[in-house]
């Protein structure tokens, strides 16, 4: 139980557009979503907390222009990279507040070119 | 200096011995602490959740937390090639898991 679906798993796309990432909760209702950042050979940056039907809190340092993040529903929660860099060249990961912690999602790896 | 202290690695050892991963912090309100496994281009999977001091154990796996030291500890028996993965600690002050992460430490089982 208790497992976050996001897609795509990765995504190459050119500097200037834009790329969204959806996770989904598949068996259980998700009123709130973490967005991870996370460099190779790095741990995990929080990005933003989302609370479903609210707006997302970001971390200091984290342009939220930049990243969109949208929590319209209990089971979907979205982040849009706007205008993506290379420098947003990164792997993505969602996560979910389950009983004992956070369930994840597999993570998305955007290049951008 | 950093809230969670984590070596990185890697930890190389062979197959069958038992591992031992650790982390130190210094804040001492964490009172939840966790450790995930990473594969390579995967999300994070929780393996263990403690809650305060003490130990806990789950199949070849045991977390230990002194809270005292501010240490906690991961051990794996009977390692198995399929354990290689990153190992990153968490820990949180409340339930409200937002988390403070260890660096991870990479673990190679070699057969």
């Known amino acids: 139980g208790a497992v976050v679906s996001q897609h795509p798993s990765w995504v190459i796309c050119k500097s200037g557009t834009s790329v969204k990432i959806e996770c989904r909760s598949l068996?259980?209702?998700?009123?709130?979503m973490f967005w991870y950042r996370q460099f190779p050979k790095q741990s995990l940056m929080l990005m933003a907390t989302s609370n479903e039907g609210s707006k997302a809190t970001y971390e200091q340092g984290v342009e939220k222009d930049k990243f969109l993040i949208n929590h319209a529903s209990l089971t979907l929660s979205t982040l849009t990279v706007t205008s993506a860099h290379p420098e947003d060249s990164s792997f993505y990961i969602c996560?979910?507040?389950?009983?004992?912690?956070?369930?994840f999602g597999s993570g998305t790896r955007l290049t951008v070119v | 200096q950093k809230e969670v202290e984590q070596d990185p690695g890697p930890l190389s050892v062979p197959e069958g011995a038992i591992v031992s991963l650790n982390c130190t912090y210094s804040?001492?309100?964490?009172?939840?602490f966790m450790w995930y496994r990473q594969y390579s281009r995967k999300g994070p999977e929780l393996l263990m959740y403690t809650y305060s001091s003490g130990n806990k154990e789950d199949g070849r796996f045991t977390a230990q937390v002194d809270k005292s030291s501010k240490y906690i500890s991961l051990f794996i028996r009977d390692s198995q090639p399929s354990d290689s993965a990153t190992y990153l600690c968490a820990m949180s002050p409340d339930s409200n898991y937002q988390l403070i992460w260890g660096a991870g430490t990479k673990l190679i089982i070699k057969p």
């Open positions: 804040n001492s309100a964490f009172q939840y």
């Open positions: 068996d259980f209702q998700a009123t709130t």
């Open positions: 996560s979910a507040r389950i009983q004992g912690g956070l369930t």
